[in-house]
């Protein structure tokens, strides 16, 4: 079994920054891609960035040029830098990782964007 702790999450003010953390522990070898995802209340679950093992990484259209995401594969990391932080970023964000074909999620971490 695989095992994803998040962290960093929390209240900032529209305009202002957050980085979310998550590591991956227990069975952690051969992971492939890692991302994160967010849940607003009353939408679906949307990809917000992935990272592939190659160092590809991909972005919802929403946060292109605001979100960066980031790994340490050695340390099994994943991190999203979120600077201009707007509103409508207010969501529960979950880390995903891809491991031989199987996907594991985080428990979530609230980040909650004031206008």
């Known amino acids: 079994q695989v095992q994803l702790v998040e962290s960093g999450g929390g209240l900032v003010q529209a305009g202002g920054s957050l980085r979310l953390s998550c590591i991956a522990s227990g069975r952690s070898f051969g992971i492939n891609a890692m991302g994160w995802y967010r849940q607003a209340p009353g939408k679906q679950r949307e990809l917000v960035a992935s990272?592939?093992?190659?160092?590809?990484?991909n972005y919802a259209d929403s946060v292109k040029g605001r979100f960066t995401i980031s790994r340490d594969s050695a340390k099994n990391t994943v991190n999203l830098q979120m600077n201009s932080l707007k509103p409508e970023d207010t969501a529960v964000y979950y880390c995903?990782?891809?491991?031989?074909?199987?996907?594991?999620w985080g428990q979530g971490t609230q980040v909650t964007v004031s206008s």
């Open positions: 990272i592939t093992g190659a160092g590809r990484t």
């Open positions: 995903n990782i891809q491991r031989f074909a199987m996907d594991y």
